[in-house]
């Protein structure tokens, strides 16, 4: 696709590091993550964000892992806001100390997302893999003490789809500007963990019911956002709005993505922003190609009226379960493969017990959750 007709990204997601106090079950980041360890300096990253701002990005999402773990985490946003970027900080909050939050949002910060695993403190810890509930809680409100936006980030699953009338009320207690209920996306981790996570009809039904309620009645004072699990939905749904169009993710050590997990994709040579600009890899690298627009599409995608709003699905996940990147998601109940869906409802009907995370075993992992637990301690306000 030529530089003229390849659309324009929207936002860049910034994923700082891969390190994380958290052992969360649905984690996104790699399976083989000790094969990440190698990280962009920062004088890479503030060309990354100047590059990213020449090629239409609007919103930069400081991401990780955890991103308050880099030092440098300050000069990314100063930098962020002399460009002109809207810049969200995607945290667990743990690692984060007020006078550090003040300083940030002198700096330009715009929006702070925090996570939210259950309405619990031992709710919470099961899928975290730590203490951390009240420390979330207590960031929360330093963001809207501060005047921040705050938005709060719960991914919903079988163990906590039933609290969502709960969340809701603790999103409210805490003054929250946007809520996201969002349900696990079973890739990564959270494939590996599918059985024990993926919840049954019921729970969803009764869930999106209160979700609707509350949207309403919420209208005006908080944005409530539930998206549906792609096992449960008839339709195959557009990841990311479609490969390689809005959205650029550019990982710790460097690789630029259309998504986060495409780098799992074989038969894809992805190319680093420390080899070649990211306009280039964004216009003409033929991994960023391979799946933009619809020339790709076999059927029922190709002849379907839907291919220019859903694009196929995803494109990890219809690798993930059918071995074919370019097959029809298997979500979609069009999808000559669907029957793997039904499968795995039927399977979580009988779930296993959970498949460890791989920051549970590390001494590397084990020591950022030290120095995660050291700062927040040290500077508990």
């Given at each position: ?319 993930l379960l059918t071995g074919d990147a370019a097959a029809t998601d298997p979500t979609c109940s069009l999808a000559p493969r669907h029957e793997l869906i039904e499968a795995a409802r039927q399977a979580a009907q009988h779930p296993g017990p959970a498949v460890l995370h791989y920051r549970q075993a590390p001494r590397r992992a084990a020591a950022a959750a030290a120095v ?10």
């Open positions: 696709m030529s530089a003229a007709s390849a659309p324009r990204p929207y936002t860049l997601v910034a994923e700082l590091t891969y390190q994380c106090p958290l052992r969360c079950l649905y984690c996104s980041n790699p399976l083989d993550y000790a094969r990440h360890q190698a990280s962009l300096a920062t004088d890479d990253w503030l060309r990354v964000l100047r590059q990213a701002e020449s090629l239409g990005v609007v919103q930069v999402n400081l991401s990780g892992g955890e991103p308050l773990l880099r030092e440098d985490l300050e000069e990314l946003v100063a930098e962020a806001e002399r460009l002109q970027l809207y810049t969200n900080l995607i945290t667990s909050g743990i690692p984060l100390r007020r006078q550090r939050l003040e300083r940030l949002q002198a700096l330009g910060l715009d929006n702070v997302q925090v996570s939210i695993q259950d309405v619990t403190a031992a709710g919470a810890e099961r899928i975290a893999g730590r203490r951390s509930f009240e420390r979330k809680l207590t960031v929360a409100g330093w963001v809207k003490e501060l005047g921040l936006p705050l938005t709060l980030n719960v991914v919903l699953h079988r163990e906590n789809l039933d609290h969502v009338g709960e969340v809701i009320a603790l999103a409210e207690r805490l003054g929250a500007d946007r809520l996201e209920l969002a349900n696990t996306q079973y890739l990564g981790w959270a494939f590996r963990n599918r059985e024990l996570l993926l919840p049954t009809r019921e729970q969803l039904t009764r869930a999106r019911a209160i979700a609707a309620e509350a949207r309403t009645r919420l209208k005006g004072r908080m944005e409530l956002l539930f998206v549906t699990p792609d096992y449960y939905s008839e339709k195959a749904k557009s990841c990311m709005e479609g490969w390689a169009r809005r959205f650029l993710v550019v990982t710790p050590d460097g690789l630029a993505l259309p998504c986060h997990l495409a780098h799992t994709l074989p038969g894809l040579t992805w190319q680093s922003v420390k080899d070649r600009p990211l306009a280039q890899i964004w216009h003409d690298s033929p991994a960023f190609n391979a799946y933009r627009g619809e020339a790709w599409m076999r059927e029922p995608c190709r002849s379907c009226e839907r291919r220019s709003i859903d694009f196929g699905g995803c494109r990890c996940q219809a690798y995660a637990d050291a700062l927040s301690d040290s500077h508990r306000e």
